[in-house]
């Protein structure tokens, strides 16, 4: 079955399983770029940050590109709140890109797609990307779509003990209508032509 033939009216835990739990973690050894998802909950900002001070801990890494403005539910520039967040926890300046004007996860990707001309690399570059594992498959078909480059590897690199683990949801009626939301959007965006369309089984 197709990812977009889902019919979110009988989503269960097993197809929240299998379409946003799934993913298998890739080893790698260094990173050329580490991109890190703004969110406007900032529990779950702090949950990726916290997750990216790890990979810098345990990874060599050139850059780490931080993306997000103030989106429509927020309050505060995600970008920024974040710089100031890995300032205070030692990370160089001079490691730090920021793009700060997108409002969705769709303009992160695009924006960066443009400040860092990934489709023009012409050598092997390795990027890592880091969110929640819920949110991953967005950011996956997404880039699967706009990336037409064989030089560009990424790597999904989530958290996985979260406020939104599965778990979680599964026994939180509010967290799985947002999952329903997500799935819902993520299937409009596949028949938009916004995302790439995958296989589940």
Partial sequence: MRLSEIDTSKLDGALIKKIFFSSVKEKYDHADYIIVYGCHVKQLLDERLLYALSIIKNHSYDKIVLTGGIGINGDFNESEYMYNYLIKNGVSEDKIIIENKSTTTEENDLNILSMLDLNSIKTKTNIVLVTQAIHMVRIMLHWKKLINNSNIKFYYDYVEDSMISYDNIINDPNLF???????????????????VDIDID
């Fill in 177 to 195: 209508a947002s999952v329903k939301w997500q799935l819902e959007k993520t299937i409009n965006f596949i028949k938009e032509g916004k995302y």
